[in-house]
């Protein structure tokens, strides 16, 4: 099994963009999906997390209000929906599978890791 994030790019600082999550087996639907993101040179971060089902979420406070994290299981993709995008927001973000079907923020319950997909915020 394979996850892979889309939707990355290059956008303003105020600017949106929606990251996608998939699967390659149709899978995602029993767990609970992560996002995380990462610079060169620095631990990666937690970014947002969502349950099996959709209805709890969670959040880094700095995104929270700015970012939303959802879940069509039918077409079993989990998205990212980044609004009011800011310059300290530029890193790979990656998508990951939790062991359970709960929320979490720690990354070591994630089993499975997408490659990424990079987010630049410039002018």
């Known amino acids: 099994v394979q996850l892979q994030a889309s939707g990355g790019g290059l956008v303003q600082p105020g600017g949106s963009l929606r990251l996608s999550c998939g699967s390659s087996r149709n899978t995602l639907d029993y767990y609970a999906i992560g996002w995380f993101r990462q610079d060169p040179g620095e631990e990666r971060e937690f970014v947002a997390a969502i349950d099996k089902n959709g209805v709890s979420t969670l959040y880094q406070d700095s995104v929270k209000g700015r970012f939303t994290i959802s879940r069509d299981n039918a077409k079993d993709t989990v998205y990212l929906q980044m609004n009011s995008l800011k310059p300290e927001d530029t890193a790979t973000y990656y998508c990951?599978?939790?062991?359970?079907?709960?929320?979490?923020?720690?990354?070591?319950?994630?089993?499975?890791w997408g490659q990424g997909t990079q987010v630049t915020v410039s002018s």
């Open positions: 990951a599978r939790a062991r359970g079907t709960t929320a979490v923020r720690d990354a070591g319950i994630y089993d499975l």
